[in-house]
Nanobody, 123 residues
Framework: QVQLLESGGGVVQTGDSLTLSCVASEGVVNKEAMGWFRQAPGKERELVAL????????RYSDSVRGRFAISRDNTNNTLTLQMNNLKPEDTAIYYC????????????????WGQGTHVTVSS
């Protein structure tokens, strides 16, 4: 199973930016989609963004579209989430997911998950 390690979380203020990174332990993620999910206190985990294996297709939740950008570097086995104009409702634990299908409608099932990185946005 691929190991995923997130980094880049922190405490920021409303309107600030953060960049989350996820490094995979091996290159098997090259041929599958990857994604970012988040779980806020007291809420279920939700999909934030998806990207297909080549990076040509992306998908975002309505709540982050236009503010967040997902990208990947298959050469370095890295997934990135650029988060701009952060809001208090973005406060959550953010998880990197790998080894799954890209889907434009349903939330895909991923086989590999990171441990999560905390993002706190203060008002």
């Amino acid at each position: 199973q691929v190991q995923l390690l997130e980094s880049g979380g922190g405490v920021v203020q409303t309107g600030d930016s953060l960049t989350l990174s996820c490094v995979a332990s091996e290159g098997v993620v090259n041929k599958e989609a990857m994604g970012w999910f988040r779980q806020a206190p007291g809420k279920e985990r939700e999909l934030v963004a998806l990207i297909n294996w080549s990076g040509t297709f992306t998908r975002y939740s309505d709540s982050v579209r236009g503010r967040f950008a997902i990208s990947r570097d298959n050469t370095n086995n890295t997934l990135t989430l650029q988060m701009n104009n952060l809001k208090p409702e973005d406060t959550a634990i953010y998880y990197c997911a790998g080894q799954g299908p890209f889907d434009l409608v349903a939330t895909p099932a991923f086989r590999s998950w990171g441990q999560g990185t905390h993002v706190t946005v203060s008002s």
